[in-house]
């Protein structure tokens, strides 16, 4: 019970700091978006890939793929 406690204060801290950076202007959809890029990249497929977001804390993730 008490590593859920520690979990949830965490996870609380956490989305606190996302909302006051997007308050901010701060991006940190960059990283993400790498992430799934890379991924794709390492399964051999080439894409483009951007994120939008409409209202915190949903976004939503554009993936373009390369046909060959």
């Known amino acids: 019970m008490a ?7 965490l996870h609380n801290e956490m989305v606190s700091g996302v909302y006051k950076s997007a ?6 959809l960059a990283f993400t978006c790498g992430l799934i890029r890379g ?16 209202s915190m804390p949903a976004c ?3 993936v373009m793929i390369q046909k060959l």
């Open 3 to 9: 590593d859920e406690a520690l979990f949830l204060l």
């Open 23 to 28: 308050e901010q202007g701060e991006v940190y």
């Open 39 to 54: 991924g794709l990249s390492n399964l051999g497929i080439k894409s483009i890939v951007t994120a939008e977001v409409s």
């Open 60 to 62: 939503k993730f554009q």
